[in-house]
Structures are given as C-alpha cells and as structure tokens.
C-alpha cells in the first residue's frame, strides 16, 4: 500500500473480538452465578436478624411473620425454627413451639433441645418425650448434672423409680449437699425396697438441710427398723 500504511483486516478483528468474548463469559458465569446465591443467603440473614430483633423486642408475632415462611425452605437453619419456637411459646401456641423446637433439635441446636425439654417437662402428657431428650443430653454431655437431675426427678414422677436411683446416685455424688437431690434419692432407695442404702441417704439428707415431709418420715422410720 502506499505511504506503507496497512489496512486492518476487519474478518480477523472480527473473529479475534467474538472468541475473547466468549472466553470472557465463560470465566464470568461461574461467579455471577455464585453472587445470586450469595445474596440470596445474605437475604436470608438479614430477615433471620430482624425476627431475632423482635424476639429481643418481645414482638412474637413479627417474628412468626418472618420466620414461618423461612421454616418451609428445606434447607432453613435450625435457628429459623428455635426462633420459631420461642415466639410461639410465648404466643400461648404450646403444640405448634413443641414442632418447632423439635425441628430445631434435631438439626442440633442445643438451645432448642434445653427450652424443649422445659416444655414438655411442665405437662404430664409429655414426660416421656422430655424423659427421651434428657436421656440424649445426659450420654451427650454426662457432666450436665442439671439434666441428670431433671432426668431422675422424670423418671420418679413416671413411676420408674428403679430406673432414676442410678440416675440420682451420679447427682448426688456430684453434689454432696444437694438436699432435695438427697431427699429424693433417699425416697427412690426406700421405695424399692433397699432399706440398708436408704437410712443413710435419709441421714445425710437431714444434714444437708433437708425437710421431711409426712412420708419421708414414715419410710426413714421404716427402713432404720429394717436394719435394725
């Protein structure tokens, strides 16, 4: 060409624009992909900490308003359904925060199994299910004492006395000055019978402090006489 300028080839500029192009969307997909997700669960915490705000502002149908939808995800965090379940509770909804906090339990918060195993231990009809969970708590962590006791305490209010004086003897070892702990340990030996261990569980009950009421004074009586 004259003057020695070169005129671009317009076909292969063509060709060498489209394939960056493509190669630049391939690598971008990927990521952009990735960001939807990300601020689809950046949108799911942030409704997570409002509903936390109201629980904290004692505004427990707010919560149920942002948190029930969340609960029907497949994927929802067990958070979602403990929070579910403390609004529910203090909504007078007794059936509907047992359901919730269950959930919650067995996707493994520990907060939901504590509140859960507190509600169904105020109702008779549900002893045995709270019994269950304590029973879980006690071989997860066999140094939780409170649940040790809470599971003796079940276990007697059930009628199986046999199966809550190994329960209570671990508590009672575990706290020597327990005095209700003692008394009712004291009891469960006297009521199956094995009046040799009871006598003295009466004793170092009364030193711990306890009060005997009508039929803990029979059987201490009953089991001093049967050793004598």
Do not use: C, H
Not at 2 to 10: A, D, E, K, L, M
Not at 68 to 77: F, N, Q, T, V
Not at 135 to 164: C, H, S, T, W
Request: net charge negative.
């Amino acid at each position: 060409m004259p003057g020695g300028v070169r005129v671009p080839n317009i076909a292969t500029q063509t060709v060498v624009v489209l394939v960056v192009l493509a190669v630049s969307l391939s690598v971008a997909s990927p990521p952009a992909v990735r960001a939807a997700a990300e601020s689809g669960a950046e949108a799911v915490s942030r409704r997570i900490e409002v509903a936390e705000f109201q629980l904290r502002s004692g505004r427990w149908q707010d919560a149920v308003d942002i948190l029930a939808p969340l609960a029907e995800e497949s994927d929802a965090p067990a958070s979602v359904f403990r929070g579910l379940g403390e609004a529910y509770l203090n909504l007078g909804r007794r059936d509907d925060a047992v359901r919730a906090l269950g959930e919650a339990q067995r996707r493994g918060d520990e907060r939901a199994r504590t509140l859960l195993i507190g509600l169904l231990g105020d109702e008779r009809s549900t002893w045995p299910q709270a019994i269950e969970l304590l029973q879980q708590q006690v071989k997860a962590d066999p140094a939780d004492i409170d649940a040790r006791r809470r599971l003796g305490e079940l276990l007697v209010y059930e009628n199986r006395v046999a199966d809550a004086v190994p329960v209570l003897r671990a508590v009672v070892a575990a706290r020597p000055d327990d005095a209700p702990a003692l008394l009712l340990y004291a009891r469960t030996l006297a009521w199956t019978g094995d009046f040799a261990a009871a006598a003295p569980a009466f004793d170092r009950a009364l030193a711990a402090g306890a009060a005997l009421q009508p039929e803990d004074t029979r059987l201490f009586a009953q089991a001093k006489e049967a050793v004598g």
